[in-house]
């Protein structure tokens, strides 16, 4: 997985609250378990007005001024509903690196740090004035750093975010959790051993 070290980018506001796993991605996409192949799936309800996915240009992510963002500015309880995956898949793969919303949902908040994407918990006053601002200035960046837990807006305002030590330090590393766990291989054998020597009877049932 990509480490998260500091992003600066442009933003896309999808100024919504209780946006769910099902709008993020349609359950008729869920049609295999790779990772793969979900970009076109994002949003698809809203960027498209029919199956022949015909951009809807009304959809914010269709207009020309949010092509290449990365950064996603989100309303309220962001990523609710259920808890598949295959969501931050599909944010992940369309070019989204971190997302900004005042709350998550628990499940894919956590399934973004699995996944190489950042979620950035902001004050709801704070979200709303940064709708203002993205939407009134085209071209409108945000740069994150993850190191000191910083937004910073293009006229040099900071905000702070909280952050889970362990997963902060995951993702500055690029480590899922997977990789977390192999990280820590040597030790996991080490223990393994002791214990057999020292419970060798646990190792012996079948």
Not at 115 to 141: H, S
Request: with cysteine; hydrophobic share 40%.
């Amino acid at each position: 997985m990509e480490p998260f070290t500091r992003l600066k980018g442009l933003v896309a506001p999808l100024n919504r609250t209780n946006v769910n796993t099902d709008e993020i991605t349609p359950a008729r996409f869920l049609k295999t378990i790779s990772r793969t192949g979900f970009a076109q799936a994002l949003f698809a309800n809203w960027r498209y007005l029919g199956d022949d996915q015909t951009p809807n240009p009304d959809f914010v992510l269709n207009q020309p001024r949010y092509q290449g963002a990365t950064i996603l500015l989100a309303g309220d309880n962001f990523g609710c509903g259920s808890s598949r995956e295959h969501a931050p898949w599909a944010i992940r793969e369309y070019g989204f690196r971190c997302v900004i919303a005042p709350s998550f949902a628990d499940i894919f908040y956590n399934n973004c740090f699995n996944n190489g994407i950042l979620p950035v918990t902001l004050p709801e006053p704070t979200v709303l004035e940064l709708f203002k601002e993205v939407e009134a200035t085209e071209g409108y960046t945000l740069e994150v750093d993850l190191e000191t837990q910083t937004v910073t807006t293009p006229e040099g305002r900071v905000f702070q975010f909280p952050i889970d030590a362990f997963r902060k330090q995951a993702m500055l590393q690029g480590l899922d959790n997977i990789g977390w766990t192999l990280s820590h291989l040597d030790e996991i054998r080490a223990f393994e051993e002791r214990r057999q020597q020292e419970a060798p009877w646990v190792f012996s049932l079948k």
